[in-house]
């Protein structure tokens, strides 16, 4: 099946400064890419939808100038946490739709954990 | 507005049957996925239903009825490794992905 990488698995860092979190599809192209936040004991929360060569859509309540976005390729996505705060700690997961897949599944990364103190 | 429910948690005995409810209303429906995921790593996917019925896989089978908007993931011949969160997630009319709240499922010796 399609394989979807992130890297890093997981970081910390010191309040205030910024981190980026890379998503690449290994064997397909990803047109689309999609980026999840999770806290403890609670779903998937939809970020942004991001789209190769265009901006992100980001959903409500998601600040953009905060949680940058760039698709810049068919197979690579970054998301960068701009002056995180001890909030901002989170399991963020990327996923990726796979064109040919008849189900419109969604495959997802393994996640980065971030701690920010 | 769009909404998934599913219970929080259950618990079963090692080598039993669960069933795992999910009921939806969404805008528009372009299938039902079942994801299953351990603590502290990303989904896995399970399952797909689009048309009303059953899909069996291995141990694992899931159930559809768009009419009433309910899927019920079964598992069958519990082993402890199955002891994790099972996501129902709707595909809406917009082919984005709604998501429930998840059922953390404990298996018992």
């Known amino acids: 099946g399609a394989v979807v990488s992130q890297h890093p698995s997981w970081v910390i860092c010191k309040s205030g400064t910024s981190v980026k979190i890379e998503c690449r599809s290994l064997?397909?192209?990803?047109?689309?890419m999609f980026w999840y936040r999770q806290f403890p004991k609670q779903s998937l929360m939809l970020m942004a939808t991001?789209?190769?060569?265009?901006?992100?859509?980001?959903e409500q309540g998601v600040e953009k100038d905060k949680f940058l976005i760039n698709h810049a390729s068919l197979t690579l996505s970054t998301l960068t946490v701009t002056s995180a705060h001890p909030e901002d700690s989170s399991f963020y997961i990327c996923?990726?739709?796979?064109?040919?897949?008849?189900?419109?599944?969604?495959?997802f990364g393994p996640g980065t954990r971030l701690t920010v103190l | 507005g769009q909404n998934i429910d599913q219970p929080t948690e259950m618990t079963a005995t090692e080598g039993a049957i669960v069933q795992i409810n999910c009921t939806y209303q969404?805008?528009?429906?372009?299938?039902l996925f079942w994801y299953q995921q351990h603590a502290g790593e990303a989904p896995t996917f399970l399952s797909y239903?689009?048309l009303d019925g059953l899909e069996e896989k291995g141990r694992f089978s899931s159930f559809l009825s768009r009419s009433k908007g309910y899927s019920y993931l079964l598992l069958k011949e519990l082993q402890m490794k199955d002891s994790a969160s099972y996501l129902c997630?709707?595909?809406?009319?917009?082919?984005?992905?709604?998501w429930g709240a998840g059922t953390k499922l404990i298996i018992k010796p």
């Open positions: 996923s990726a739709r796979e064109p040919s897949n008849s189900y419109n599944e969604q495959f």
């Open positions: 064997d397909f192209q990803a047109t689309t």
């Open positions: 991001s789209n190769e060569g265009s901006k992100a859509t980001y």
């Open positions: 969404t805008s528009g429906f372009n299938g």
């Open positions: 239903n689009v």
């Open positions: 997630a709707v595909m809406d009319s917009n082919y984005q992905l709604i």
